[in-house]
C-alpha cells in the first residue's frame, strides 16, 4: 500500500523559506509514468495546487506561485521536496503531497495526511 | 487563468440523490475528477477521468460532464457522504481545484 508523510518545520517566520519533504513508501518513486504533487489548503478555504515534479526532475509549478517555488527529488531517500520562498501570511495552510497521475487522467490518487505550516510576523 | 465554479453548499436528505455541479469553460474537453474530503482528513478521489470510480468507492457515486458543466451524482445519499466535494481538471498546464461543495445531509 502506497503511503505518504509530508514533514517539516510547522512554523515559519514571514520572509524566510517553507521547507517540505514527502517520504513515499510501499513504491518507487522511480516507478511507472507518475509524478509527485504538492497541494496545499488554507485554513477553511479550498485546494491549491503548487506544481508537480517527475523523479527524473521535470517540474511544472503553478503559474501564481511559480516565481517563489522549487521542487526536487531524491531517489535514494525515496522523497520529493518543496521550497517556497519569501513567505507571508497568506502562505499560511495544510500542505499535503500527493501522488499525480499525470499521464492522461490527471489526478492525485494517493495523499498524504497533510502538515499545517503557520507563517508568523 | 481557467476556472471552476460549484455551488457553496448542497442539502440533501438521506437516501435521495445529490448531484453537485462544477462548471467551466469548455469543460467537456477536460477530464474532470472529483474529491471528498471530511473534517480533519485527506482528499479521497471518488471520480476520476469524468466518469471512472476508483477500486473502493460505492456505486452510489457517478459523474458526468458535458458542455461547460461536469456534475457529480451520490444515489442514495447516507449520512458518511457529508463532506466537502471538489472537483479538478487539467487546462494543460496546470491542475485546477474547484471552489468546493459542502453537503450536509439533513
Known amino acids: 500500500q502506497l503511503q505518504l508523510q509530508e514533514s517539516g518545520p510547522g512554523l515559519v517566520k514571514a520572509s524566510e523559506t517553507l521547507s517540505l519533504t514527502c517520504t513515499v513508501s510501499?513504491?518507487?518513486?522511480?516507478?511507472?509514468?507518475?509524478?509527485w504533487g504538492w497541494i496545499r489548503q488554507p485554513p477553511g478555504e479550498g485546494l491549491e495546487w503548487i506544481g508537480s515534479?517527475?523523479?527524473?526532475?521535470?517540474?511544472y509549478y503553478s503559474p501564481s506561485l511559480k516565481s517563489r517555488v522549487a521542487m526536487s527529488v531524491d531517489t535514494s531517500k525515496n522523497q520529493f521536496s518543496l521550497k517556497l520562498r519569501s513567505v507571508t501570511a497568506a502562505d499560511t495552510a495544510v500542505y499535503y503531497c500527493?501522488?499525480?497521475?499525470?499521464?492522461?487522467?490527471?489526478?492525485?490518487?494517493?495523499w498524504g495526511q497533510g502538515t499545517l505550516v503557520t507563517v508568523s510576523s | 487563468s481557467y476556472e471552476l465554479t460549484q455551488p457553496p453548499s448542497v442539502s440533501v436528505s438521506p437516501g435521495q440523490a445529490a448531484s453537485i455541479t462544477c462548471s467551466g469553460g469548455?469543460?467537456?474537453?477536460?477530464?474532470v475528477c472529483w474529491y471528498q474530503q471530511k473534517p480533519g482528513q485527506s482528499p479521497v478521489v471518488v471520480i476520476y477521468?469524468?466518469?471512472k470510480r476508483p477500486s473502493g468507492i460505492p456505486e452510489r457515486f457517478s459523474g458526468s460532464n458535458s458542455g461547460n458543466t461536469a456534475t457529480l451524482t451520490i444515489s442514495g445519499t447516507q449520512a458518511l457522504d457529508e463532506a466537502d466535494y471538489y472537483c479538478?481538471?487539467?487546462?494543460?498546464?496546470?491542475?485546477?481545484f474547484g471552489t468546493g461543495t459542502k453537503v450536509t445531509v439533513l
Open positions: 515534479i517527475y523523479y527524473g526532475g521535470i517540474t
Open positions: 479538478q481538471t487539467w487546462d494543460g498546464t496546470t491542475y485546477v
Open positions: 510501499g513504491g518507487a518513486i522511480t516507478t511507472g509514468t507518475y509524478y
Open positions: 469548455k469543460l467537456e474537453d477536460k477530464y
Open positions: 500527493a501522488r499525480d497521475v499525470n499521464y492522461d487522467e490527471f489526478f492525485f490518487d494517493h
Open positions: 477521468q469524468d466518469r
